[in-house]
């Protein structure tokens, strides 16, 4: 396994549990996540159940059940309110938990941090190079198989010949987490206005994730000072959660996808997992999901291989990663077109289209919401 993101520890988490020997190269010197949270929908929590950590997330996270999400406008007036049982499974993790719980599935060692792959050849060779504190040391190691779970950037990825590399969508993103609990009255989506909106998601103890996101060029600088500029005069609870967050934990990003579709997600004796297989705009809060169904179905075809040498039956192991391309890669495209398709309306450009793609928004049947939701909400783990 090459990362130990959300996709690659909760492969790793499924794969121990299911007697597969593992093996994650992370780059960086600790399993970190950064300090936002994340949206984890029915989907997600389903691929977690299959994975055996669907309990220590349920632990650690509440239902938002009875909870308004939708579209407002900066004046706090709704645009759309997503039907109730369209987020009634919603639950929003802080990502640290998230890593924390994931690591805790995987047997101590199986993480070998500080290690930056170079290089992957289709028989399973991996090269890698000590990074951070461990020094340059190279080394390469054969596997079965090789998971390639690295993210946006895959190293893993770059030996596809097709790789379409990545994209910048035109739009860039603070994230932060309230130091503190704000009470938001049972409210929360998002907030649009010109080139700008703002997101809000309640986490279990009462502190909120929120995201502000601004159409600007990928290298502006986001300095969290102009998060008071641009919606400070936002409804309540925005400027309150702005400045219940301490700037120094915000982060911002250039939002980033990849810039097409790869025809395959297998190829010889390696598989891609995650954002190094979809890397989609966060515009429906799915990437994640996305990377832990994946590691549910990879997992349920792997299984069957454990404690067994590959090189018994290869063709089995070709077969299953045949299978795994052919069930994983229609869904999260996809969900990526439909997420870019969002982001592009959320950033139309100039207050006429705004007002344009407002009216749509108010227009739009609570009801046809609620079927678009429930097409990316409602997923079955399949063999
Ligand atoms: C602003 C924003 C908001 C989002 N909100 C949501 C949300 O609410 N819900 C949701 O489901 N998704 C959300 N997403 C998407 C989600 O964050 C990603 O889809 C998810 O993190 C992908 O996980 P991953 O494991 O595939 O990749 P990553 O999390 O990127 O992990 C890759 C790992 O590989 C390591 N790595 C990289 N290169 C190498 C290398 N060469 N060698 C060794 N290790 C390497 C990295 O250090 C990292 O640990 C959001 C994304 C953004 C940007």
């Not at 309150?240 to 297998?266: C, K, R, V």
């Amino acid at each position: 396994m090459v990362g130990a993101g959300i996709g690659g520890l909760c492969a790793a988490a499924g794969l121990q549990r299911a007697g597969v020997e593992v093996v994650v190269l992370e780059r960086a010197d600790e399993v970190r996540s950064g300090g936002s949270g994340l949206s984890v929908f029915s989907n997600g929590i389903r691929a977690l159940d299959a994975l055996g950590v669907g309990d220590a997330f349920r632990a650690v996270t509440t239902r938002t059940e009875g909870l308004r999400a939708g579209q407002r406008r900066p004046s706090g007036a709704w645009l759309s309110t997503l039907p109730a049982d369209a987020v009634a499974e919603l639950r929003v993790i802080d990502r640290a938990d998230l890593h924390g719980l994931l690591s805790d599935a995987v047997t101590a060692g199986t993480v070998r941090t500080g290690r930056r792959v170079t290089s992957m050849y289709p028989n399973g060779l991996v090269e890698s190079v000590g990074s951070g504190t461990a020094g340059a040391r190279r080394a390469w190691d054969r596997f079965d198989l090789v998971i390639g779970a690295d993210g946006l950037r895959s190293a893993v990825r770059t030996g596809w010949p097709e790789d379409p590399g990545v994209a910048y969508s035109g739009y860039a993103t603070w994230r932060g987490i309230t130091a503190a609990p704000v009470e938001l009255r049972g409210e929360a989506g998002e907030t649009w206005g010109v080139e700008c909106r703002f997101g809000i998601a309640p986490l279990a103890d009462g502190r909120v994730y929120w995201f502000g996101v601004r159409t600007a060029g990928i290298d502006e600088p986001g300095d969290p000072a102009l998060l008071r500029e641009l919606f400070g005069s936002w409804h309540r609870p925005i400027p309150e959660l702005i400045d219940a967050t301490d700037p120094a934990a915000m982060q911002y990003l250039p939002i980033e996808e990849l810039s097409g579709d790869l025809p395959t997600f297998a190829r010889g004796r390696a598989v891609l997992l995650g954002d190094a297989a979809h890397a989609m705009t966060p515009d429906l809060g799915q990437g994640g999901g996305m990377a832990m169904e994946d590691a549910a179905t990879l997992v349920g075809l792997i299984a069957p291989f454990a404690g067994t040498e590959c090189g018994d039956a290869p063709e089995l192991l070709d077969e299953a990663l045949r299978r795994y391309d052919e069930l994983r890669r229609p869904r999260p495209q996809r969900v990526a077109a439909r997420s870019r398709m969002i982001g592009r309306l959320a950033h139309a450009p100039g207050p006429l289209l705004c007002a344009a793609r407002d009216l749509v928004v108010r227009a739009t049947p609570a009801a046809a919401l609620g079927r678009q939701a429930a097409w990316v909400h409602e997923w079955l783990l399949t063999r």
